[in-house]
């Protein structure tokens, strides 16, 4: 615990479970501020602002501000603003999408773009799908905010950016060059230039081996994976976290236990 100086956290299932806080959750959170522990929570749902999750938290008495959430959306934006190369963008994505980019300065067009960006699309029709299938035939980059095919919902999910990807992958022989959301390497490298921090001084708090513990494994952070359900971990799994535990409720007592010894 010594060495960490950041915990991110992942929120739908960590923090809370839609609507309702996990319990512990606050106590956890409040152990890691008195701890001067810098914190970020970090989403791969596009469709909300990074104010959004401020209020939701603060709606459940956890203390957040703006700087410290991360949505794909909110770090898509600040990945393409910082490289010059991306220039006018084609978004196929929801309002907040837009926003986020036109919040960056980044400028939007469906006449020739330099780069699509694929994302979570309630909207999606024909002929966005023709805008971007035609800028990626003329070699526009292909980036996405992330990748997942499905969004998980009590009915049974909601069509995710993945599976857009996936359309135009098949109907351009292109590849996606890009994603910012979990497990991304890229947004890896923007949270550490944020925190100013090396990996091992980080660690992971999530529910998902294949998206949270993925992306601490990759980038040499520490990963603690909640494992709400008590499933067991196989030997051929790919990214083992360094930590186990049932609930972020038992985070204190993990650290604390490892630092006694
Ligand atoms: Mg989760």
């Known amino acids: 615990m010594e060495n960490i100086k950041a915990f991110i956290f992942d929120l739908d299932g960590t923090v809370y479970l839609g609507d309702e806080i996990i319990p512990g959750a606050k106590e956890t959170l409040e152990w890691v501020r008195n701890k001067n522990a810098q914190i970020k929570f970090v989403t791969n749902n596009p469709r909300f602002s990074r104010e959004f999750y401020v209020n939701k938290l603060n709606k459940l008495g956890i203390q957040a501000s703006i700087d410290e959430v991360v949505t794909s959306a909110n770090i898509t934006a600040m990945y393409l603003k ?5 220039g006018k963008i084609f978004p ?17 067009t469906d006449q020739d773009p330099d780069t699509v960006v694929v994302s979570f699309d309630t909207s ?4 966005k799908l023709m805008i971007a299938y035609k800028a990626l035939n003329k070699g526009a980059n292909f980036i996405a905010t992330n990748p997942d095919t499905v969004c998980p919902t009590p009915d049974g999910g909601l069509v995710d950016a993945g599976a857009i990807i996936a359309a135009l992958e098949a109907s351009t022989n292109r590849k996606l060059e890009g994603v910012l959301g979990k497990p991304s390497s890229l947004l890896a490298e923007m ?7 090396s990996p091992a001084e980080c660690v992971v708090v999530g529910d998902r081996l294949n998206t949270d513990i993925k992306l601490a494994k990759k980038s040499g952070m520490k990963g603690a994976w909640i494992n709400a359900e008590n499933e067991s971990l196989s030997k051929d ?14 985070l204190p007592s993990l650290f604390e236990k490892a630092d006694a010894q």
């Open 124 to 127: 999606l029709d024909y002929k």
């Open 82 to 86: 910082e490289k010059e190369i991306y």
């Open 237 to 250: 799994t790919e990214h083992m976290p360094d930590y186990m535990i049932h609930s972020i409720a038992e």
């Open 191 to 197: 949270l550490l230039s944020q925190l100013n921090l």
């Open 92 to 108: 196929i994505g929801e309002e907040q999408l837009e926003t986020e980019l036109q919040e960056a300065g980044l400028d939007l």
